[in-house]
RNA sequence: GUCCCCUUCGUCUAGCCCGGCCCAGGACACCGCCCUUUCACGGCGGCGACACCGGUUCAAAUCCGGUAGGGGACGCCA
């Protein structure tokens, strides 16, 4: 058996899409699966709608997710001449023909047969034509007629196509560029490509393909087309589902492995599991567990995966990642707790990096108002000395973990007869201006006991005010 | 219109190929209870699906046929 080469072919017409992600990550599995090569190739034979910029969001993203390629990236613009070197073997093989229908001509013949309901198909006018008229041409495939084209899908199983479906297509147009459809198979052929995994709305375009590489004489690959992606309609995923670029997760403050892991799932399973590393899905992965039918993106799975990723997360990176949704915020790390210890606390209380960020806000900057509301549950005296209390006993305790104080705050429950919540809810509000917060123990261990007796002494004084 | 594909809880899915272990399992979301100094985490429980109709069979989510619905393609876009 020959060793496995797949390639991921996006066209620089935008960012990477979760859908075109999902596509490169079942590509890129195969290949570290089976020890097989990994090919990233930029589609752009489409001069006019291609960009630099779209090139490198693309790059960025796949980066981002970790899928690391072997081969390329390689251009199809690089390999113009090399199409060109194909469309003249192909006309002097006869297995492809001039044609000088005018675009109007076409344009006019397949709306009429849409509208007396024939298949659209070109009609072969030039198809036999002996005469070599001086006018501005296409070159057409001479597609094989007869009989039907047929393949075996890895996820879909076999699917076959009545030849008559298929018309002669375009594989030059008339400014002597090639056209896409000519284009993936000359390349597909050239890097030896042996597995096609692409989106499903390319199996239309299969049978055509195959056409071409018999008229070629190349080998035909195999083919795998992964179904779509929907939104929460059942429409096509688009912007106004939500996000859709793989690089908009990440600033929304999602982990690339909980992307990968949502990724993953969409479409493909392994029994019931749902938490995959990279290396478990590498080691489990297997095209024939992909699903047939379309899926819908649920942002409330891939939030779950990402509190997940975030709770068992290594504090110190996921320190690195939170420090842009930090300054953004015009925070500043530079002074004040260490920025791990922040992390840690939040660990179990963020879905996102995003909304740690937002709940690390109190630890650098002190708050600067107070949730009254929940203040005013609370007599106004009973404030006044348990603040004096506390602070005194901060001071003079010696504690110096979070257990050590919480077992402070529980011993002066006792001896001044008070409920734990009203020393807790009280405090929470004072070290952190509102009432969700993590646990009191642990904020004045990250605090620090100086400025958390600074802050509780400050909301004494406001509350006496 | 024509061709191709798809159809299990709201969503992602297991099971389907090799019928019985499935009055259909897991996960997210939702609801309730527990834990608890808040918010979370966690634990326990609940709600909830084989698109429909026929056939084959002792037995069908699983096999066969049809219907309906959805999607995709039909470009000198990729």
């Known amino acids: 058996m020959t060793a496995i080469r797949v390639r991921f072919a996006p066209s620089p017409t935008g960012y990477l899409h979760v859908g075109g992600a999902?596509?490169?990550?079942?590509?890129?599995?195969?290949?570290?699966?089976?020890?097989?090569?990994?090919?990233?190739?930029?589609?752009?034979?489409?001069?006019?709608?291609?960009?630099?910029?779209?090139?490198?969001?693309?790059?960025?993203?796949?980066?981002?997710?970790?899928?690391?390629?072997?081969?390329?990236?390689?251009?199809?613009?690089?390999?113009?001449?090399?199409?060109?070197?194909?469309?003249?073997?192909?006309l002097d093989a006869g297995t492809a023909y001039r044609c000088c229908c005018t675009a109007e001509e076409l344009n006019r013949k397949r709306d009429l047969a849409m509208q007396e309901g024939r298949k659209p198909k070109y009609d072969g006018t030039c198809r036999e034509r002996i005469d070599q008229p001086d006018a501005p041409y296409v070159v057409r495939f001479r597609a094989p007629q007869g009989g039907e084209v047929a393949f075996d899908d890895l996820i879909k199983g076999r699917i076959a196509f009545p030849a008559e479906e298929l018309d002669d297509l375009i594989i030059q147009r008339t400014d002597g560029t090639p056209t896409y459809n000519f284009c993936v198979v000359i390349d597909d052929a050239v890097m030896r490509i042996t597995t096609v995994i692409r989106g499903d709305d390319h199996v239309n375009n299969t049978p055509r393909q195959i056409q071409l590489y018999q008229a070629l004489g190349f080998a035909v690959p195999q083919f795998a087309h992964v179904p779509m992606i929907l939104g929460s309609d059942k429409a096509r995923l688009s912007k106004r589902h939500g996000a859709t670029s793989v690089i908009a997760y990440r600033d929304m403050g999602y982990l690339p492995e909980a992307l990968m892991n949502y990724l993953v799932r969409l479409g493909w399973s392994h029994g019931d599991d749902e938490i995959f590393s990279r290396e478990e899905m590498v080691r489990l992965f297997d095209i024939g567990n992909v699903g047939r039918s379309a899926s819908v993106f649920n942002p409330d799975k891939l939030n779950w995966l990402n509190a997940h990723y975030i709770k068992t997360g290594d504090p110190e990176r996921l320190a690195d990642l939170l420090l842009p949704h930090l300054s953004s915020r015009n925070v500043s790390t530079l002074s004040g707790p260490a920025l791990m210890d922040v992390v840690k606390s939040l660990q179990e209380r963020a879905q996102t990096l995003e909304e740690m960020a937002d709940r690390a806000v109190f630890y650098y900057n002190a708050p600067v108002s107070y949730d009254e509301a929940a203040l005013t549950k609370f007599d106004k005296a009973h404030l006044a000395t348990m603040y004096a209390v506390v602070a005194e006993r901060l001071l003079s305790s010696g504690a110096a973990n979070a257990a050590d104080f919480d077992q402070l705050f529980k011993d002066i429950c006792t001896e001044n007869s008070w409920k734990m919540p009203q020393v807790g809810q009280p405090l929470r509000i004072a070290l952190s201006g509102g009432t969700q917060a993590p646990g009191i123990g642990e904020i004045i261990h990250v605090l620090g006991v100086e400025e958390a007796v600074r802050r509780i002494n400050a909301t004494r004084e406001f509350v006496a005010a």
């Open 22 to 90: 999902r596509t490169a990550l079942f590509n890129w599995l195969l290949a570290r699966k089976t020890g097989g090569t990994f090919i990233l190739r930029i589609e752009d034979t489409d001069v006019e709608r291609s960009t630099k910029e779209s090139v490198d969001a693309i790059l960025q993203g796949m980066e981002w997710l970790g899928l690391d390629w072997d081969e390329g990236p390689y251009y199809q613009s690089d390999n113009f001449n090399l199409y060109k070197e194909y469309v003249q073997k192909m």
